[in-house]
């Protein structure tokens, strides 16, 4: 089947999970919004999260057309696509443990935005510098680890020398688990590098996800949006000082 994924087209965002697990399976898939001609673009996206009243309707990108069905939030996405890609146990404890650890990335990810943008999304961050200088030194005093602690744990509790979150092999949780960590490299290079020594069966997570020939190969093409400041992730020098 040909996926179709929604998503912004030039950042990464909430959409780049999705991503990671279409290119790790080598799933077929349009990253609509990013393409031209007619049906697609962004205009294409809009019409999907433009409904008439009373009828169903996505809140915000990332969005996944699967044959009839369009999809929403990215946990939901992931949770649907799992077993179809072969990146979730088929066991459903399993599943629906991959599904716990990944609406926890989503609570963190919500943490992570909020450093740059305490106060409002509709105002720029030069509009709440003071604000998110101080809500960042909080996050990386006390939410940073709390959070990154728990993912170790839980990467220690699924047994020694697995490399992987959830089950035996190659989990969406684990692409994930993967995204987080180079995301928080990109926004807080100084932090992470002092608390490496912490986490490292997170760091050699991180390692083994890209050493995968899928991801590999991805994570070199255009396919990859950089990261920049207009993203989930983002490096204000500042705001580590």
């Not at 999260?49 to 699967?66: N, Q």
């Not at 106060?119 to 998110?132: T, V």
């Not at 050493?211 to 991805?218: F, L």
């Amino acid at each position: 089947m040909r996926y179709e994924l929604y998503y912004w087209p030039s950042i990464q965002g909430r959409g780049e999970f999705v991503r990671l697990a279409l290119e790790a399976a080598g799933a077929e898939y349009i990253d609509v919004a990013r393409e031209s001609g007619r049906g697609k673009g962004v205009p294409a996206m809009m019409q999907l999260l433009e409904a008439a009243p009373g009828t169903r309707s996505a809140f915000a990108p990332p969005i996944l057309k699967s044959g009839e069905l369009l999809i929403a939030q990215t946990a939901n996405i992931l949770q649907y696509l799992g077993p179809r890609l072969n990146l979730v146990p088929k066991a459903e404890a399993g599943r629906i443990w991959a599904h716990q650890l990944q609406l926890t990335v989503t609570d963190f990810l919500a943490e992570i935005h909020d450093t740059h943008h305490p106060i409002a999304n509709s105002l720029y961050y030069r509009d709440q510098k003071a604000e998110a200088k101080r809500r960042t030194k909080h996050f990386l005093a006390e939410r940073l680890p709390k959070y990154l602690g728990y993912f170790e744990n839980m990467l220690a509790a699924n047994g020694v020398g697995r490399r992987c979150m959830v089950g035996r092999t190659l989990s969406y949780v684990d692409l994930s688990m993967f995204q987080l960590i180079s995301g928080l490299h990109y926004a807080f290079p100084a932090t992470m590098a002092r608390a490496a020594a912490d986490y490292p069966g997170l760091h050699d997570l991180h390692l083994h996800v890209t050493e995968r020939p899928n991801v590999a190969a991805y994570l070199a093409s255009k396919r990859r949006i950089p990261f920049n400041d207009n993203g989930i992730f983002r490096h204000y020098p500042e705001l580590e000082r």
